[in-house]
């Protein structure tokens, strides 16, 4: 019989709550900055394909996929981590880089996993707060480094969940000024604005760049993230990996995903589009303030009223957007990711009746 006594977990993580999504039943979902058209696995592998992943064996090395990767990315296939979704590698980069005694600077507000992952790792959180409208300038960016001298820098650029751009110069300056802390740069959204700094790894071997098949390249349920680093930065990560921590399955899919190069800049195209659409309407409507973005997600605030309130108002029209009202600087904002054309348009039809009623 149990007496009730508990393993206790390490003392800084003892209040730790689950990371949630507010994952609540909607018809129009757009709260996960997912892309939203179906995109099921049928598409990319056949009966034939499915032959050749053998179950019972571990996973070969993803030959196939990394050499698609590096083709794309301009790098050696010895430059690319491969993770369980971009959250496992960002996992890793706190865990080799970061730990008991060691600082992450973060620009608020920006993703709240980096924070979180941080933490998991036993690391502490500095905080540069940016606020909105989020810019991170170099002067704003250098003083930060300099006063908090952290072993790692995250830098999320387009930001989450602002929708917008750091300077690359700016990006550069933090990894000149600190050539011995890890400067990550997370693109989750870089595919949307059409730029990234991994060029420039060559130049700053600090620089680690992380990408994901969960946004334009239509994946999140694949789990599959990657790291782009210097061929012995990337090794230093290779040594702690999980072993076999890509399924065979994902690496045979995520191959072919990697190759469907005409997909992603349609997406791209689309999703401008529709942004424009969605941006414009939230621009109309007195009650908020809009932010602009280069990614698949809008970031906008409400002037004066319940946040909550709002949000519960466009989920009793079928629409499920993301409060992120408790993050960093964000009181009051709301998210609301790019769906669908007709999804968007049920987000926009959803504004007079959420908004008739808030009072601006
Ligand atoms: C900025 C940013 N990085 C990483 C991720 C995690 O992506 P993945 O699905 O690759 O773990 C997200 C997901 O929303 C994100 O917004």
């Not at 009730?4 to 977990?9: E, H, V």
């Not at 949307?192 to 130049?203: D, L, Q």
């Not at 990408?211 to 990560?237: D, E, N, Q």
């Not at 414009?280 to 946040?307: K, M, Q, Y």
């Amino acid at each position: 019989m149990s007496d009730g006594t508990l393993p206790a977990p390490r003392g800084d993580l003892a209040g730790f709550a689950p990371y949630r999504t507010q994952q609540m039943d909607a018809e129009v979902r757009l709260q996960s900055n997912e892309w939203a058209e179906p995109n099921p696995a049928a598409r990319h592998l056949r009966e034939e394909d499915l032959e050749r992943v053998l179950l019972n064996r571990y996973p070969k090395a993803a030959t196939e996929l990394l050499a698609a990767l590096a083709e794309r990315y301009g790098v050696g296939p010895e430059q690319i981590v491969l993770g369980n979704g971009s959250n496992e590698v960002l996992l890793y980069s706190f865990l080799l880089f970061g730990g008991h005694g060691r600082r992450t600077l973060l620009f608020q507000p920006t993703y709240s996993m980096h924070a979180r992952l941080t933490q998991t790792a036993g690391g502490t959180v500095a905080e540069e707060r940016i606020g909105l409208p989020y810019a991170v300038t170099r002067e704003r960016a250098l003083g930060a480094v300099e006063r908090h001298r952290p072993e790692i820098v995250v830098i999320c650029s387009p930001n989450n969940p602002t929708g917008t751009l750091v300077d690359e110069d700016v990006i550069l300056a933090v990894a000149r000024a600190a050539p011995r802390s890890l400067v990550v740069v997370d693109e989750a959204y870089a595919d949307f604005a059409g730029v990234s700094v991994v060029p420039r790894i060559a130049e700053r071997p600090n620089l680690v760049v992380v990408r994901t098949f969960s946004k334009a390249r239509a994946a999140a349920g694949l789990r599959l993230g990657l790291l782009i680093a210097h061929p012995t930065v990337a090794a230093m990560y290779r040594a702690v990996q999980l072993p076999y921590n890509v399924s065979a399955l994902t690496a045979a899919v995520a191959a072919r995903v990697a190759r469907d190069e005409a997909e992603v800049p349609r997406r791209v195209r689309q999703c401008a589009v529709e942004r424009e659409k969605v941006s414009a309407a939230l621009a109309r409507v007195p009650a908020v303030e809009t932010f602009d973005s280069v990614t698949n997600f809008v970031l906008f605030r409400i002037r004066s009223g319940a946040v909550d309130d709002a949000h519960a108002r466009f989920l009793r029209e079928g629409v499920l957007v993301r409060d992120v009202s408790s993050w960093p600087g964000c009181a009051g904002c709301l998210r609301v990711s790019i769906g669908t054309p007709r999804e968007n348009d049920r987000f926009v039809a959803a504004l007079d009746s959420v908004f008739g009623r808030v009072k601006a």
